[in-house]
């Protein structure tokens, strides 16, 4: 699990319970069914109104990944290469034919199966752009589900405390039941404006970052083959891909002259 994204959910919970309970208030007055039917319902269902279900399905899908620790690292990825890239230094690309089956990644396998076939560098470049840049656009419709539903439902809120305070508008001759039909009506708005700020936002740029890495590993992997296939020699090409890696990631070691 990713221990910033579950810390980030249970602290900014904890943090807002902690504060109604130290007011003095307490957990019923914010549960209401009535207002997080309103809230939930309207978001969702403008949210589809956007944009198609199967792109609705897989941005709810791709939440798992918020959530779980990435494992792959492109410290391994730049090994994988190297060793790659010695492998043809001896035997010829051809050779890499063997891997083949043992890589997992669909798109480094896709562009050493294209080497292995004879490619030209630039050719391969070209192919492999076009599905680079296909999923990078495919994938950018995911956080933008969940920035949508959080500029909808902060709004959405408002018109569920609207309603309520028309249905409060029918008892003015009672002051107690005024007030807390008040108190409910803006529940609404704690819904429509905590989901926004507490998940559907933080959840867009979240996964807007772990889509950065995972193009940027895609990078790696496109410049490591086409330069395996160029004959670029294994400690050039490990000082090369260096440059992808994260600042929190180690970077190869410097040999002794």
């Not at 230094?89 to 891997?99: E, F, I």
């Not at 909808?152 to 039941?177: R, Y």
Request: charged content about 20%.
């Amino acid at each position: 699990m990713d221990k910033g994204s579950v810390g980030g959910v249970v602290l900014a919970l904890a943090g807002i319970i902690a504060g109604l309970l130290l007011e003095g208030g307490n957990l019923a007055q914010i549960l209401q069914p009535t207002a997080a039917m309103i809230v939930f319902g309207g978001t969702m269902g403008a949210v589809l109104l956007q944009f198609p279900l199967p792109t609705v399905l897989a941005a709810f899908k791709s939440l798992g990944h918020i959530f779980s620790a990435p494992r792959k690292h492109d410290d391994q990825l730049l090994k994988l290469l190297v060793a790659f890239a010695n492998k043809a230094r001896r035997n010829g690309v051809v050779s890499l034919d063997s891997d083949l089956q043992t890589i997992q990644d669909p798109f480094l396998k896709q562009a050493l199966m294209l080497a292995v076939d004879g490619t030209e560098p630039s050719e391969l470049r070209k192919i492999m752009r076009v599905s680079l840049d296909s999923t990078a656009e495919n994938e950018e419709r995911l956080p933008a589900v969940f920035e949508s539903a959080g500029g909808f439902s902060p709004t959405i809120g408002i018109l569920g405390a609207v309603l309520g305070l028309i249905q409060v508008m029918k008892n003015l001759d009672n002051i107690q039941e005024v007030g807390k039909g008040i108190a409910v009506a803006f529940v609404a708005t704690i819904y429509g404006v905590g989901i926004a700020n507490l998940f559907f936002l933080p959840f867009a740029g979240k996964m807007r970052i772990r889509m950065r890495d995972d193009h940027q590993r895609r990078e790696m992997m496109l410049e490591g083959v086409v330069s395996i296939l160029e004959g670029i020699n294994p400690r050039m090409l490990e000082v090369k891909l260096s440059g992808f890696l994260n600042d929190a990631q180690p970077k190869p070691k410097e040999r002794a002259a």
